[in-house]
């Protein structure tokens, strides 16, 4: 994204970029078919699922003024609007936690001033949003947005990581709950004793446990074993709202022996509940809040206006990281611009707005990838059996393939294509082929089995529309009229559920496989370096990796500390952003920078990742012991700019000590310089040098770049 501070410039090229691509994101999503419907419904119950839970807590902290109804209908509202009219469409718009910090915030300060109440609460949070509206319409038009550049891979996964751990918070808080009598019930119902207690509170756990294990098992379907393909790919698709309906169904077996409401269940009134609607009609009342109290307003409007700006702009650049090789331009100054529209609509409907939220919106991303790669697979497969039953040769097998890969690809090109795999696959296979002295004869499927090959060697694409944005924005809204089946969801399975969003948002986080790697036993750290790995891993010193997780480990603790602090707690955010000067001043005093362009590469300063071509003298009894994973999208996994390293093919080589056909395929296999400071090796490796292939030694390979 280009940095600009003129006013209006940054709008404006946002707009004419996404008008170029807005046909193709409609032909782009209706082209999918049905297959749309997994990412659909898969991002639906992770959007729609939070909205309930803080729908219920906004009803519990606003004594009935706000509840389910109005944070369904906002979600709705604001991702039905986005989806047709937002700049980028792998947004998802809800609300969110600090939305709920600040209105309970809002209604403790109202509700003591006798002059507002709870009355004309709504009323003056609606001059709130109308601040609020006017502060991001300023800043979009200044293009504040361009600071984002400056928002570099340390903020962002810091960011995510502190919301996985909000999100386990309130999973592990909903847990607590349900050994505990909640408020605003009568505390003589029999279901409120001690043991019935004691007896819910043990129900919750298996639901919630039940729960989140079936679903971290379903979405691996595809790696299973057992069953037929279709299963399989079905139970990867739906597995994670079949098993929230699964597990509500299993909590009704002991409905007839326990007392009524065990286990405890959602609590929101229906839409056409009497004074439900009241919300509706606030703007009649906005002239009956005080002055001094429209102008006091903007005081929480400076705060939510910061979060917003801060949520909405690092939850879309989550959900547009480079590893995912985005194809159509970015939109941060116009969706800022949108979403302070859609703050002074909600504000004047008397519902609490929404804005980007996370994990959901790198989940979306991640879920078209997913589809992506299953169309392109499909298209590749069909392409190469036409060509074994054509006879054709591995040139024209290719050229077919070459030629059906372009068909699927997006005709605006935002971005250079990436076809790293399939050169990878063509050159690997030709080798083999040209050594067996088969070239030019037929394709042979014994040397080129294109449904094994095909998963690890196809690039990370995402399938760019705006169909399934706005299936799911429409599903949350039929949510409202189906309150009432809505209520028979245990809450139990909501907080299973919020603790799988919290383990879902942990692959692909550079911080926390960081974290993993610092408890990784030094014997053991080898492993690493036998699957997919970031680059930084091969060229950065173990002890400078330590540093800057430790660093990251403190700061993500401080975070997380303020946010236990009563109303400063919404102020997190101004934490993030200390970053930025944090990363571009102080830790390059600290940090070599060729180390901090590796661990955090920002956009203004990236560099390509050195080559490592030294390969270690090793035998194939080493090669032998690389753990074999199944298919590569069941734990995709990204990294920084999209660079990765693997040391072998990911398929099951011979036991033997013959070497296997996959290691024939990868003559040139890359091998890290550290590899034997991982494992422990005293002895530093032997590698083989560039021209003569003589054997030299390489203490320190990866040290300076």
């Not at 009935?64 to 109804?69: D, F």
């Not at 639901?207 to 679903?215: A, E, R, V």
């Not at 547009?320 to 609509?345: C, G, I, V, W």
């Not at 034997?676 to 083989?688: A, I, Y």
């Amino acid at each position: 994204m280009e940095e600009t501070f003129v006013p209006f410039r940054g709008i404006r090229n946002d707009i004419q970029g996404r008008l170029l691509c807005y046909k193709q994101d409609w032909v782009g999503g209706f082209k999918a078919g049905f297959r749309i419907l997994a990412p659909t419904t898969y991002i639906f119950f992770a959007s729609a699922i939070p909205v309930i839970s803080f729908g219920e807590q906004l009803e519990r902290n606003t004594d009935g003024v706000l509840t389910t109804v109005q944070t369904l209908a906002s979600t709705a509202i604001c991702g039905i609007i986005h989806s047709i009219i937002g700049g980028q469409p792998l947004l998802i718009l809800g609300v969110a936690e600090p939305t709920v910090i600040m209105y309970t915030f809002m209604f403790s300060f109202a509700k003591q001033r006798p002059d507002v109440g709870r009355e004309l609460f709504l009323a003056w949070t609606a001059w709130v949003c109308v601040w609020t509206a006017a502060l991001l319409l300023l800043l979009s038009i200044l293009g504040a947005c361009s600071i984002i550049n400056r928002f570099t891979r340390v903020a962002g996964e810091l960011f995510g990581l502190l919301i996985a751990m909000l999100f386990m918070q309130q999973a592990i808080k909903g847990l607590v709950e349900e050994f505990r009598i909640p408020e605003r019930v009568d505390p003589g119902r029999l279901e409120f004793l001690p043991s019935w207690r004691f007896a819910n509170g043990m129900f919750a756990l298996v639901l919630s446990f039940g729960l989140l294990y079936t679903s971290l098992r379903s979405r691996k379907a595809r790696s299973w074993r057992y069953g037929s393909g279709s299963l399989r790919s079905l139970i990867a698709d739906y597995g994670v709202p079949l098993m929230v309906l699964v597990w509500s169904a299993i909590s009704y077996i002991p409905s007839h022996t326990v007392p009524e409401g065990i286990p405890r269940r959602l609590r929101s009134p229906n839409p056409w509940a009497p004074g439900a609607y009241e919300n509706w009609s606030v703007v009649k009342d906005m002239t009956k809040v005080p002055f001094l109290y429209i102008l006091g307003a903007f005081i929480p409007a400076t705060m939510i206006a910061v979060l917003y700006y801060f949520d909405h702009s690092v939850a879309s650049q989550l959900a547009q990281q480079k590893e995912f090789n985005l194809r159509k331009p970015p939109s941060f100054h116009y969706d800022l611009l949108l979403l302070a529209f859609l703050t002074l609509m909600c504000g004047l409907l008397g519902i609490p707005p929404s804005n980007g939220v996370i994990p959901q919106s790198p989940m979306h991303t991640k879920s078209l990838a997913t589809l992506k790669h299953q169309l392109l697979r499909n298209r590749l497969v069909r392409s190469a059996r036409d060509s074994f039953r054509n006879n054709l040769s591995l040139g024209q097998l290719y050229g077919n393939m070459q030629e059906a890969y372009q068909l699927m690809q997006t005709p605006l090109i935002y971005q250079e294509s990436s076809q790293r795999g399939l050169r990878e696959l063509k050159e690997s296979t030709l080798e083999l082929a040209s050594s067996m002295g088969s070239l030019d004869a037929p394709v042979d499927k014994s040397v080129f089995d294109v449904e094994k090959e095909i998963d690890d060697l196809l690039p990370v694409e995402v399938k760019e529309q705006r169909l399934s944005n706005l299936l799911q924005a429409i599903m949350v809204g039929a949510c409202v009229a189906a309150m009432p089946a809505l209520r028979t969801i245990p809450t139990s399975v909501l907080w299973g559920y919020f603790a799988y969003m919290a383990i879902e948002s942990l692959p692909g986080n550079q911080f926390w496989e960081r974290i993993l790697l610092l408890f990784t036993a030094p014997s053991r750290r080898y492993k690493v370096l036998e699957e997919y790995h970031a680059t930084f891993i091969e060229t950065v010193p173990f002890k400078t990796i330590t540093l800057f997780t430790l660093f990251q480990t403190v700061y993500l603790l401080l975070c997380f500390g303020i946010t236990w602090i009563p109303i400063a707690g919404v102020l997190f955010p101004l934490l993030i952003m200390l970053l930025v000067p944090v990363r571009q001043y102080i830790l390059p005093k600290f940090f070599k920078g060729p180390h901090l362009q590796e661990l955090d590469a920002a956009e203004y300063e990236e560099a390509p990742a050195m080559a490592y071509n030294n390969a270690v003298d090793m035998g194939v009894a080493v090669m032998e012991r690389f753990p074999q994973d199944a298919e590569v999208l069941d734990g995709m996994i990204t990294r920084s700019r999209g660079e990765v390293k693997h040391l072998c093919s990911p398929k099951v080589t011979s036991s033997s000590n013959t070497p296997s056909k996959d290691v024939l395929r990868f003559p040139e296999m890359v091998f890290s310089p550290r590899f034997g400071e991982r494992r422990g090796d005293k002895t530093p490796p032997r590698t083989r040098g560039p021209d003569n292939g003589s054997s030299t030694s390489n203490s320190g390979g990866g040290n300076n770049i």
